[in-house]
């Protein structure tokens, strides 16, 4: 019998690592982040509530960015949107 993929994790469905970065938040109420499955760099964004976020993170077992690496990822989108992919200036 095959697992109900409602139950389960993207990291054990995909057997890659999951990624968030929180971009923001609305208030009190909602958390404004992107969820990537393997690359951080192809992301989709999400708003959920608090809870509901801590209960994403938690079944999906994401790897919560850091500073660092968001302002990498950052840098890189500027560089496509803006520039040349590439150059490192």
Known sequence: MQPDPR??????MTG????????GTRGTRF???EFAIGDPELA???VLQFDQFREF???HAVRHLSTEEG?????????WRFGAPGIDH
């Open 7 to 12: 139950s389960g994790s993207a990291a054990q």
């Open 16 to 23: 890659q690592p999951c990624f968030v970065r929180v971009t």
């Open 31 to 33: 958390v404004e982040f």
């Open 44 to 46: 989709v964004e999400l």
């Open 57 to 59: 993170c938690a079944r």
């Open 71 to 79: 302002a990498r990822l950052d840098f890189e989108r500027m560089k």
